[in-house]
C-alpha cells in the first residue's frame, strides 16, 4: 500500500494566506466603492436642494395684529432678501430686514413645509412722546414713526438719550401711584442735573428734585388730599424739594 503524500504545516498556512488575502483585499474595494458611492449621492443632495429650482418658496405668511404697520412695506422690505429655496432661504436676513422698519418691534422667522416662509410680527406698543419726533415702547425702546403718529394722546418724556428705559419704568411707576389720586401724567422731565418734573393733565406741576425722589412721591401721595380739603382754589404746583417742608402755589379759585 503506497504511502499518502502530505504536506507539511509551514506549506498549509502559506496556501490559506495565499487565498486569504485576495478576500481581504476584495472586502476593502467593495467597502471603499460603497463609500465613494454615498460620499457622491451626498453632493449631489447638496447640490441639488441648494438649486432654487427645488422646493422653491411660495407663500410668505404674516402673521401679527398690525394696526400702524403698513402691510406692503413689510412686504416690500422683506421681499427683496427672500432668495433660494426651502432650505437655502436665509432666516436672519428675512427677520433683519423686517426689524429695520421703524414699527417693527420683534420678529420670528421659520419654515413650514413644504413651501412656505412664516414671518409674525410684533408692533411697537408706543407708552409716551421720546422728546419732539420719536416715541418710546414700555422697554425703554426708541423709535423714530411717521410725523402723523405723533400726533396721538401720549404723555411727554424729556431726558438725556441713554436714559430712556430708566424714565419709562418711572413713569410707570408714579402713574400707578397717582391712579388713587385721580392725577394722569401727562409730561415727566429729568433735566441735565436729574432734577425730575411731573406735570398732570388736571393742570397742576410736581417738583422732586434730584434726591430722595421715591420718598418724595411717598410724602406727596399723603399730602395732596389734605392739599384738596384746605383751600377752594385749585393746587397749580407743589414743590417736594424741602427736607423739612413743601411749598404750594395756589391757582384760581375752583
Known amino acids: 500500500m503506497a504511502p499518502q503524500l502530505r504536506g507539511s504545516p509551514q506549506k498549509k498556512a502559506d496556501a490559506a494566506a495565499g487565498t486569504g488575502m485576495p478576500q481581504r483585499l476584495l472586502r476593502w ?38 394696526r400702524n404697520l403698513d402691510r406692503r412695506a413689510l412686504e416690500q422690505a422683506v421681499g427683496g432678501v427672500v432668495e433660494g429655496n426651502f432650505f437655502t432661504v436665509d432666516l436672519d436676513a428675512v427677520r433683519a430686514a423686517a426689524l429695520k422698519l421703524d414699527w417693527v418691534d420683534q420678529v420670528t422667522v421659520r419654515r413650514i413645509w413644504p413651501d412656505t416662509l412664516n414671518m409674525w410680527v410684533e408692533e411697537q406698543q408706543p407708552v409716551a412722546r421720546w422728546g419732539d419726533s420719536r416715541l418710546v415702547n414700555g422697554r425703554g425702546g426708541v423709535f423714530t414713526p411717521e410725523p402723523e403718529a405723533l400726533k396721538t394722546e401720549l404723555p411727554s418724556l424729556v431726558g438725556p438719550d441713554d436714559s430712556a428705559a430708566e424714565m419709562v419704568a418711572r413713569y410707570q411707576r408714579m402713574s400707578r401711584r397717582f391712579i388713587a389720586l385721580k392725577l394722569d401724567i401727562t409730561r415727566l422731565v429729568r433735566d441735565g442735573r436729574g432734577a425730575w418734573t411731573v406735570g398732570f393733565k388736571q393742570g397742576m406741576e410736581l417738583k422732586l428734585g434730584h434726591t430722595d425722589t421715591e420718598a418724595r412721591v411717598d410724602r406727596f401721595v399723603q399730602l395732596y388730599p389734605r392739599l384738596e380739603q384746605a383751600e377752594k382754589r385749585r393746587v397749580k404746583r407743589v414743590d417736594m424739594r424741602y427736607a423739612n417742608g413743601v411749598a404750594v402755589l395756589w391757582g384760581e379759585a375752583s
Open 29 to 66: 474595494l467593495t467597502a471603499l466603492v460603497v463609500l465613494l458611492l454615498f460620499a457622491g449621492s451626498g453632493v449631489w443632495g447638496v447640490i441639488t436642494l441648494r438649486d432654487p429650482a427645488v422646493l422653491p418658496l411660495k407663500i410668505v405668511r404674516i402673521d401679527g395684529e398690525l
